[in-house]
């Protein structure tokens, strides 16, 4: 079992930045590839960002790429998501997700999502 708990969203104007957290219970953190997804009112949820359990691989969403930046410290069973130049477009409730086990493939669909955290709502204003 792995429990997500994001947080770090918040309020925030066009062209600034927020860095979202996602602590990660239990022992097997460091196996699990961990990803981003957000949510936009009426919208399907989608992928955002996406790092390997080892943290070698990396992988965006093209509406961020060069702007938000995923990252992990196993030793603190933590992953970031630091967001920057952001635009009105990335508002959302963001997601943490971690892959269907350990040592799989990212997640880079909500398919291939093992467990997710509860969301923590990103605003930005025009």
């Known amino acids: 079992q792995v429990q997500l708990v994001e947080s770090g969203g918040g309020f925030v104007q066009a062209g600034g930045s927020l860095r979202l957290s996602c602590a990660a219970s239990?022992?097997?953190?460091?196996?699990?590839?961990m990803g981003w997804f957000r949510q936009a009112p009426g919208k399907e949820r989608e992928f955002v960002a996406a790092?390997?359990?080892?943290?070698?691989?990396?992988d965006y969403a093209d509406s961020v790429k060069g702007r938000f930046t995923i990252s992990r410290d196993n030793a603190k069973n933590t992953v970031y998501l630091q967001m920057n130049s952001l635009k009105p477009e990335d508002t959302a409730v963001y997601y943490c997700?971690?892959?269907?086990?350990?040592?799989?493939?990212?997640?880079?669909?909500?398919?291939?999502?093992?467990?997710w955290g509860q969301g923590t709502q990103v605003t930005v204003s025009s």
């Open positions: 790092i390997s359990w080892s943290g070698g691989k990396l």
């Open positions: 239990g022992r097997t953190f460091s196996s699990y590839a």
């Open positions: 997700a971690a892959g269907l086990g350990a040592y799989k493939r990212y997640p880079s669909s909500p398919v291939e999502v093992g467990y």
